[in-house]
């Protein structure tokens, strides 16, 4: 599973380096907080955002949620169809999802529960190169939770 998650990491390095895009290969690095409603998990999160294609943007993350005990991450991959451009950019967006659990003290293996997700979300540019992202996002079966994300945008270029 782990290098079936490296090779997908690779393939999408290498289509990110290869595409040409409207946006001249426009990137994106975003720091985001993120709270899953179903638990009440809160997370760091680490994002990058890349345009292949006018409006279309891929965009993986890291998060690292801080449990009371045990360890827990989700590793995302997300596609995005952004509505409008200009200072105040909205997007729908649709993705996968793998979120892994270690608990601590029960003895139980580490859980991890794939999903997918739908949602929306906005850019909301401060200046040329910082900007402010809130999103929402719904991950269906097994999940079934709705996740909440708060972060600080650069536009890299």
Request: with cysteine.
């Amino acid at each position: 599973m782990k290098s079936k998650k490296i090779v997908l990491v690779l393939v999408l390095c290498l289509f990110s380096f290869l595409a040409k895009a409207q946006y001249k290969g426009q990137w994106r690095a975003i720091h985001a907080y993120e709270w899953k409603g179903s638990n009440g998990f809160f997370g760091m999160n680490f994002t990058a955002e890349y345009f292949p294609a006018h409006y279309f943007s891929i965009v993986p993350s890291y998060t690292i949620f801080l449990p009371a005990t045990g360890k827990a991450s989700s590793l995302d991959l997300d596609a995005h169809y952004y509505l409008t451009e200009k200072k105040k950019q909205f997007y729908g967006l649709a993705g996968f999802r793998s979120y892994f659990f270690n608990r601590e003290f029960d003895g139980l293996p580490r859980q991890t529960v794939n999903s997918f997700s739908l949602g929306a979300g906005g850019m909301l540019k401060i200046n040329d190169s910082l900007g402010f992202n809130p999103e929402i996002k719904y991950s269906f079966a097994p999940a079934n939770e709705v996740i909440f994300k708060i972060g600080v945008v650069y536009f890299v270029n």
